[in-house]
């Protein structure tokens, strides 16, 4: 298994970002796939995952600005981060789920080695 996160930088407030998840020993199609963050000095967290059938969910604090979707053909999982603020600043990680469900918590089966997420003026 092995994931791989791209995407991440430096934006000012009400930017926009989209990460990518290139996934791989697997298929993303029959397992959970979630995005979790830590910022630091604060505890790692769930920010929206995709069940093995393609249902998205969304943490509360994310919803309306963040997308999750995926592309099958390239066993690829992306994030849209929409209106950003500062307090998305963070490291994201793409994360496997141990089955086809999403998990309401930040654990994992795999991550990756995460992207950085930074919004500052």
């Known amino acids: 298994v092995q994931l791989v996160e791209s995407g991440g930088d430096s934006v000012q407030p009400g930017g926009s970002l989209k990460l990518t998840c290139a996934a791989s020993g697997f298929k993303i199609t029959s397992y959970g796939m979630k995005w979790v963050r830590q910022a630091p000095g604060k505890e790692l967290e769930w920010v929206s995952g995709l069940t093995a059938s393609g249902t998205p969910v969304y943490h509360a604090s994310v919803e309306g600005r963040f997308t999750i979707s995926r592309d099958n053909a390239e066993n690829t999982v992306f994030l849209q981060l929409n209106n950003l603020r500062p307090e998305d600043t963070a490291m994201y990680y793409c994360?496997?789920?141990?089955?086809?469900?999403?998990?309401?918590?930040?654990?994992?089966?795999?991550r990756g080695p995460g992207t950085q997420v930074t919004v500052s003026c």
């Open positions: 994360a496997k789920e141990k089955g086809p469900n999403f998990v309401h918590d930040a654990r994992f089966d795999y």
